[in-house]
């Protein structure tokens, strides 16, 4: 079975630049996997950042952006502010009405 | 205003099923799907699967279709996800997100979370 891959950790300097990655354990992710990113504190809901691969969804600030980044879905974040540190899921559609998400980066903003 | 919200935790003896629902307001209900997601203590978002509120078509994960049981009531707007053979594995917070029907669109909007915990 087809694993999606995230990176497990990622830290970036406040006012940095980050990109993560969402990725297949065989394969290339292309915009027929519809990317959607979530995001997730401790505790909390996920909340919607970016869907059908580069949507924002409503009120995410535009400092959030999703695209196709070689052969893998990505986020990027420009500008990362300290409560931009949770974790962050990617899911895949990979067909078959069968959805997957990633194991999620944890994203450390110092 | 799209909102789902979901019944009250629940503990369980391993072995057992939990039921758990999820009611819909603020659109048509049948014109949506509804996702069911778990995550057990510190650990990943994993889909369990999805139902078509409109005619009712369901489609389980893999590791779940054995012991998941997805089906909906329009009349109540209400879709349910049960569990059987429970094990303490399955301790975990059961989420439900809706969408309208189509792959563009995401999970949103989230219920707030069901905490099922499996023990003896």
């Known amino acids: 079975q087809t694993v999606v891959t995230q990176e497990p950790s990622f830290s970036v300097s406040p006012g940095g630049t980050v990109t993560l990655t969402c990725g297949l354990s065989?394969?290339?992710?292309?915009?027929?996997?519809?990317p959607s990113w979530y995001q997730q504190t401790p505790g909390q809901t996920p909340r919607t950042l970016i869907y059908?691969?580069?949507t924002r969804s409503s009120g995410v600030p535009d400092r959030f952006s999703g695209s196709i980044f070689g052969n893998k879905a990505a986020l990027t974040i420009t500008g990362a502010q300290a409560d931009d540190e949770s974790d962050y899921y990617c899911?895949?559609?990979?067909?078959?009405?069968?959805?997957?998400f990633g194991g999620g980066t944890k994203l450390t903003v110092l | 205003q799209v909102q789902v919200v979901q019944s009250g935790a629940e503990v369980r003896e391993p072995g057992a099923s939990v039921k758990v629902s999820c009611k819909a307001s603020?659109?048509?209900?049948?014109?949506?799907?509804i996702h069911w997601v778990r995550q057990a203590p510190g650990q990943r978002l994993e889909w369990m699967g999805w139902i078509s509120a409109g005619n009712g078509h369901t489609k389980c994960s893999q590791k779940f279709q054995d012991r998941v049981t997805i089906t909906r009531d329009t009349s109540a707007s209400t879709a349910y996800m049960e569990l059987s053979s429970l094990r303490s594995e399955d301790t975990a917070v059961y989420y439900c997100?809706?969408?309208?029907?189509?792959?563009?669109?995401?999970?949103?909007?989230w219920g707030q979370g069901t905490l099922v915990t499996v023990s003896s």
């Open positions: 899911v895949l559609y990979m067909g078959s009405d069968i959805w997957v």
């Open positions: 997100a809706t969408k309208p029907t189509g792959y563009t669109y995401p999970f949103d909007p």
């Open positions: 065989s394969g290339s992710v292309s915009t027929s996997y519809y």
């Open positions: 603020g659109y048509t209900f049948t014109t949506y799907v």
């Open positions: 059908n691969t580069n």
